[in-house]
């Protein structure tokens, strides 16, 4: 989903999009940014899309759920 208004989480950093899925790929683990724990694809995570305003680059991270997302938001002073 993007966000209609993205959230700016410091410097030249904005949330511009969010979404929860899975996806039948369970070779795929990622590490979770807030948490550390792995999230395998194919088990329900969500994904955040970072904008990078300066070069104009997106990063996506893909985290646990919302409550370790939440938790990655409050580390910005901005959030």
């Given at each position: 989903?993007?966000?209609?208004?993205?959230?700016?989480?410091?410097?030249?950093?904005?949330?511009?999009?969010?979404?929860v899925g899975r996806d039948p790929d369970?070779?795929?683990?990622?590490?979770?940014?807030?948490?550390?724990?792995?999230?395998?694809d194919d088990e329900w995570h969500?994904?955040?899309?970072?904008?990078?305003?300066?070069?104009?680059?997106r990063q996506c991270h893909v985290y646990c759920g919302d409550d370790c997302f939440r938790g990655w938001l409050r580390l910005f002073a901005g959030a």
């Amino acid at each position: 989903m993007q966000l209609a208004t993205p959230h700016h989480i410091g410097g030249r950093y904005y949330v511009e999009a969010v979404s929860v899925g899975r996806d039948p790929d369970s070779a795929t683990v990622r590490d979770c940014p807030s948490c550390g724990g792995h999230v395998f694809d194919d088990e329900w995570h969500l994904v955040a899309t970072v904008l990078d305003q300066a070069s104009d680059a997106r990063q996506c991270h893909v985290y646990c759920g919302d409550d370790c997302f939440r938790g990655w938001l409050r580390l910005f002073a901005g959030a």
